[in-house]
């Protein structure tokens, strides 16, 4: 246990810290990603449901724990989770958090260093008079670490590591830096992803390239808002449904107790927890899905997005479309929309440093340089390995274990700590002291029954997803990548159908030059 040093500022600085936790590159990068991979619309449905009978219950079960263990003087999971019931399982189950923390922030902040790295190639003007192929080839050239030649000698590991330490260093800050951070970056990302999202609804065809005339942004609206009920009985699209609303509400890793510790006793939870959730919810559903993949749609083809749906798409495309602005407002565009993700990332990652660093404090009273640059090092440490393998999908294997299946399994854990050894009566009132809002009684017996019944169900039938995973996954993909590649690039009787000039494990559509 630890003394009270540190608090928020103010109301509106911890909504907007909380905010800037919840929202983050999950937001605009992995959901249409995880949206296309499963089927578009037929992800839809799951997903919302997981909001309403998952994530709002986990928000409410996170921050009235977070501020109950803080009542008590405890600021990390595992003392947090301690101070809930006996016995010392709960404390390695916070341990357990902790770790998928680290290992999500490692990959995590490779993401939000290519951000930083796009800020100033946008700058310096490195996509002027690029075509869109150029502009694809140039990321994946990026991002093959050893053959790169975009400028900078090993660029994606220089990035990472200067984004690395950028976030040991303002974490050493203890949380007035991240309430500062939040402060200005929340309200200008919101204003510039409305700004890109009008643009990615009015885009249509009037993108299309002349490498792919094809290509329609409509193509891309009406895959994922078509509604597909087939999928509903498919455990793997609810895997991912439920992983995809825990990582983009930053639940089940620990970061919202984290924060809810600093809260005092009869702070409101209830309407916060709401307000954060919703605000997310906005920025993913509305602008998440109206830049993206539109807008790649519109350049590439649907076919192009569905192949090389991943993290790498923003960046792919989203260069090429403000080159159609004229170099000057490219410049400008570029330093908005990477920097605003650039933001929405930082304040992310930064929470995922909290848990670790709440626990050396309690745990080994370990000052705030301490436990910073400890984080710092274990996140390089974790996160090298998926920047140097990135095209042999080490990157991906990360996402899946430490970004879907362990939320999903904390979140369970947590949900029976809460409901079932804490007890729902007292849970529930946890939940309601303070409250500036009314809940609606039937969401006691959601998170009594409905939420670890889907919790559970979805753990148990997706089992199988795992094993395929374990066993096949990389050899899997690369069989499909090298398939389609043949298939694109050769024609029946083996001649190829054009000029190879780029070819990297996972992206073959943009192999052509075509002049
Ligand atoms: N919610 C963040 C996003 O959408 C990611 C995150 C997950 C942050 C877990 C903190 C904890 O990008
Ligand atoms: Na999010």
Redesign the pocket.
């Known amino acids: 246990m630890s003394t009270k040093t540190d608090s928020w500022g103010s109301r509106v600085g911890l909504i907007l810290a909380m905010a800037g ?7 605009f990068l ?1 959901f249409p990603v995880q949206a296309v991979q499963n089927g578009g619309g037929a992800f839809i449905i799951p997903y919302l449901v997981c909001f309403l009978v998952m994530g709002i219950p986990l928000l409410f079960i996170e921050w009235s724990t977070g501020r109950y263990g803080g009542k008590y003087g405890n600021h990390s999971t595992p003392y947090i989770l301690d101070t809930m019931a006996k016995g010392r399982i709960w404390k390695y189950i916070g341990v357990f958090g902790i770790f998928t ?1 680290i290992a ?1 922030a490692a990959y ?1 902040c490779y993401i939000e260093s290519w951000t930083m790295s796009y800020v100033y190639h946008s700058i310096v003007g490195t996509f002027n008079g690029m075509s869109q192929a150029d502009v694809a080839g140039f990321f994946n050239s990026y991002v093959d670490v050893a053959h790169s030649t975009t400028g900078i000698p090993y660029e994606a590991v220089v990035f990472y590591v200067i984004c690395l330490l950028l976030n040991t260093y303002i974490l050493s800050k203890g949380l007035g830096g991240i309430e500062k951070v939040a402060k200005i970056g929340m309200p200008l990302l919101i204003l510039f992803g409305v700004i890109l999202a009008v643009r990615g609804l009015t885009l249509g065809t009037s993108g299309a390239s002349d490498i792919f005339p094809e290509a329609n942004a409509w193509d891309g609206l009406n895959f994922l808002w078509t509604p597909q009920f087939d999928s509903l009985s498919n455990p793997k699209v609810w895997l991912a449904a439920a992983g995809q609303i825990f ?4 639940v089940g ?1 620990g ?1 919202i107790h984290c924060y809810a510790a600093y809260l005092k006793e009869r702070d409101d939870i209830a309407l916060n927890a709401v307000s954060a959730g919703f605000m997310n919810e906005f920025v993913e559903v509305v602008l998440g899905s109206l830049i993206v993949i539109p807008i790649a749609a519109g350049y590439l083809g649907l076919d192009w997005v569905i192949q090389n749906a991943g993290f790498g798409m923003a960046f792919q495309t989203m260069p090429y479309l403000f080159q159609q602005w004229g170099d000057v407002i490219a410049i400008f565009a570029g330093v908005f929309w990477f920097g605003l993700l650039f933001f ?2 930082i304040t ?2 930064l ?2 440093g909290t848990p670790w660093m709440g626990f050396m404090r309690d745990e080994f009273n370990w000052s705030k340089n301490k436990g910073a640059w400890s984080f710092g090092l274990l996140a390089l440490t974790m996160g090298l390995p998926t920047v140097v393998f990135y095209n042999e999908g080490l990157f991906d294997q990360y996402d899946y274990w430490a970004g879907t299946v362990s939320l999903v399994v904390f979140a369970f854990l947590e949900t029976i700590l809460f409901s079932y050894i804490f007890g729902i009566k007292k849970g529930w009132s946890e939940i309601n002291k303070g409250a500036d809002i009314k809940l609606p009684g039937i969401y006691k017996y959601v998170i009594l029954i409905v939420t670890p019944a889907l919790l559970g169900w979805v753990l148990i039938s997706s089992i199988p997803d795992w094993i395929d995973k374990v066993k096949d996954s990389d050899t899997h993909n690369k069989e499909w990548f090298a398939n389609t590649y043949y298939a694109e690039n050769f024609d029946a009787s083996g001649n190829t159908k054009g000029k190879v000039v780029e070819v990297s494990p996972q992206h073959v559509k943009l192999a052509f030059d075509n002049e």
Do not use: D, E, K
Request: hydrophobic share 45%; glycine share 14%; aromatic share 8%.
């Open positions: 936790n919840a929202v983050g590159l999950g937001n992995r923390n999500v995590y990582f983009t509400l930053s890793m970061t929405a990332g992310s990652s929470a995922m």
